[in-house]
């Protein structure tokens, strides 16, 4: 199915309404994200890792929000922090479309996996992973007791 064309770019201050926009519209995401921070203070926390916080546009129109990492220090592999698409656009193959051009540009790389971790409470997010071509690797609890599901795309 042709969706149209995609583009991505830097997240800049200008794109920080749309960013609380698709925020608004995903309150899983904030609860089990952003919990309570102010939306820079959130992005803040993940100064440190490097990573990369984009805009995706179809035919010009912002739809999605993504931020990954190229080497997280607990494996030096990329792994996928967030991906929030836009609300009237959901349900449509954006978001499996945005995870196949960011791991066509890892795999470009010479990475061989792409990783997420999932809270292992979050179903629709784990299925939508899954349907995104994301396998299942294993469970991991974390420092304050949460399971997480570590999950892989492999870049081959």
Not at 26 to 36: D, L, N, Y
Not at 38 to 57: K, Q, V
Not at 61 to 84: D, Q
Not at 134 to 155: G, H, N, R
């Amino acid at each position: 199915m042709e969706i149209g064309k995609f583009s991505s770019s830097k997240f800049t201050d200008e794109d920080l309404p749309f960013l609380l926009e698709v925020i608004k519209d995903s309150a899983a995401w904030e609860e089990e994200e952003k919990s309570g921070y102010h939306i820079r203070n959130y992005m803040a926390r993940y100064d440190e890792l490097d990573g990369d916080w984009r805009i995706w546009s179809l035919d010009g129109e912002r739809i999605a929000v993504t931020y990954h990492v190229i080497s997280s220090p607990s494996n030096r592999k990329p792994w996928l922090g967030t991906i929030l698409v836009k609300n009237d656009m959901r349900r449509k193959g954006i978001g499996t479309k945005v995870i196949g051009l960011l791991s066509g540009e890892l795999k470009n790389k010479g990475e061989k996996s792409f990783f997420a971790g999932v809270p292992e409470k979050r179903h629709i997010w784990i299925n939508f992973l899954a349907d995104a071509g994301f396998e299942q690797f294993k469970m991991e609890t974390s420092a304050e007791d949460q399971d997480f599901l570590i999950m892989v795309y492999p870049l081959i």
